[in-house]
């Protein structure tokens, strides 16, 4: 018998059971979350909110440095799932729409399950193979026909993706180590527009884009150990560039005397991010550990997404390009935590954390009502077994209040030359995530 009354055999029973809850989340849980970037994907890295996560901490640490595999010897697996319990709600103050009776929102955000899974294999000494499953962005909402900003936000509007990336990991000595990893991503985009103010029966119609596309790109990070109690971690998620090929159509048929609206095959590419990540954790005691997060998104690359033809020319919506202008500005996010050992089997966290949205003033729209947040979260890690681990963490994300100035004069990308929508919003989201890890040999 183990110690604390621990049976080896156990651990591999729990292993198999890790990975059946890993398989069942990534095959039967679609990837949705209240925002444009999903940063749930990790519950240790959430229960601090997400500081240090560069550095390691947990296998999930992985999605922001494949460096930190080499921390796990052996055979390690974790399967994590996230529910995210948004709100965000709209009142116009100066609508277009508002002449025929449409109004604000209650909550247009729909609550979601954001599932990320990881496994690890120590091939020698010093080189391990990693995977990973996440959903790295998602949108999920649903605005009220009479939204008096539907041209800007309208009925359903969702992104969904999955993310497969196997990775390599090499430990070079004791001090350093390097890891790197392909990204294949595969997308699922619905986005609904309001067709027009008037007469009221086109008002109630709308344009729905839909479709789906793969996209390929690149993970790297290397982590640093100067000393027995300071890891120091820096990942790299390179850009995607996201490719959709869809169909666009309408729900209204349009009089002869409109211009010509684009049915049928489109297509359109999206610009995603590239991530940088810096994380710090300092042991300070057996008990006490500090960890810090910088990290930069980006979104700055992101521009406007057109919408083509199969031939490369322009779809149109009663005459006009149809494009999407995000227009965005780059990403930052700063995080301060702490983990405390309470018992020799629990060990305790908590974390702060400050993020600087990619949407500012000029080119938010209530489809996409972002804005700086704040984050307070807290966790914990509680030993099943020598070789299992089941971990907790709850965040809430104070939103500052997101305004709208869609104008002829405002100059905000998206106004479409004849609806005008100037308002505000309220948002904020509760995060609950739970996860399973198997790991059955200590760190190296």
């Known amino acids: 018998m183990s110690p604390h009354g621990w049976n080896p055999r156990h651990s591999k029973v729990s292993a198999r059971s890790v990975l059946a809850i890993g398989v069942l989340l990534t095959t039967t849980i679609a990837a949705q979350a209240g925002g444009f970037a999903i940063r749930e994907q990790s519950a240790v890295g959430e229960g601090s909110s997400y500081a240090g996560v560069a550095a390691g901490g947990a296998l999930s640490s992985a999605f922001w440095n494949p460096a930190t595999i080499t921390q796990t010897r052996g055979f390690a697996v974790e399967t994590d799932a996230s529910i995210i319990a948004g709100y965000a709600n709209n009142t116009p103050t100066?609508?277009?729409?508002?002449?025929?009776?449409?109004?604000?929102?209650?909550?247009?955000?729909?609550?979601?399950?954001?599932?990320?899974?990881?496994?690890?294999?120590?091939?020698?000494?010093?080189?391990?193979?990693?995977?990973?499953?996440?959903?790295?962005?998602?949108?999920?909402?649903?605005?009220?026909?009479?939204?008096?900003?539907?041209?800007?936000?309208?009925?359903?509007?969702?992104?969904?993706?999955?993310?497969?990336?196997?990775?390599?990991?090499?430990?070079?000595?004791?001090?350093?180590?390097?890891?790197?990893?392909?990204?294949?991503?595969?997308?699922k985009v619905t986005y609904d527009t309001g067709i027009g103010p008037a007469p009221p029966f086109v008002a109630q119609q709308i344009g729905i884009l839909s479709g789906a596309g793969w996209a390929y790109g690149a993970t790297a990070g290397a982590t640093f150990t100067p000393g027995p109690n300071t890891r120091i971690g820096i990942g790299w998620r390179s850009a995607l560039n996201q490719k959709i090929n869809g169909t666009f159509g309408t729900t209204v048929g349009f009089p002869f005397f409109l211009p010509p609206t684009t049915t049928g095959a489109v297509s359109t590419t999206i610009k995603m991010p590239d991530i940088v990540s810096l994380g710090i954790r300092q042991r300070l005691d057996m008990n006490w550990t500090v960890m810090a997060t910088a990290e930069w998104t980006n979104w700055s690359r992101i521009g406007t997404s057109n919408v083509v033809l199969p031939s490369g020319a322009p779809a149109t919506l009663v005459g006009v390009p149809i494009t999407i202008p995000f227009k965005y500005r780059d990403g930052q996010f700063y995080a301060l935590g702490a983990e405390y050992n309470w018992t020799p089997i629990t060990t305790l966290r908590a974390g702060v954390a400050y993020e600087i949205s990619p949407i500012d003033d000029t080119v938010r729209i209530p489809a996409l009502p972002d804005n700086d947040r704040l984050w307070v979260s807290a966790g914990l890690s509680h030993k099943l077994s020598q070789s299992v681990t089941l971990d907790f963490a709850y965040s809430h994300a104070f939103v500052k209040d997101p305004t709208f100035n869609i104008s002829a004069s405002s100059g905000n990308p998206s106004f479409n030359g004849v609806d005008t929508y100037v308002g505000k919003g309220s948002s904020h989201f509760d995060i609950f995530t739970v996860a399973l890890r198997y790991a059955p040999n200590p760190t190296p």
């Open 94 to 187: 100066t609508a277009t729409l508002g002449a025929l009776g449409f109004g604000g929102t209650n909550n247009v955000a729909l609550p979601a399950v954001v599932p990320s899974g990881y496994a690890s294999y120590q091939l020698n000494n010093n080189l391990w193979l990693g995977m990973a499953f996440n959903a790295p962005f998602g949108l999920s909402e649903s605005f009220p026909d009479t939204f008096s900003g539907r041209a800007y936000g309208d009925s359903n509007t969702s992104l969904a993706t999955y993310n497969f990336n196997p990775m390599i990991a090499w430990r070079i000595n004791d001090w350093i180590s390097v890891g790197a990893g392909f990204q294949a991503q595969y997308a």
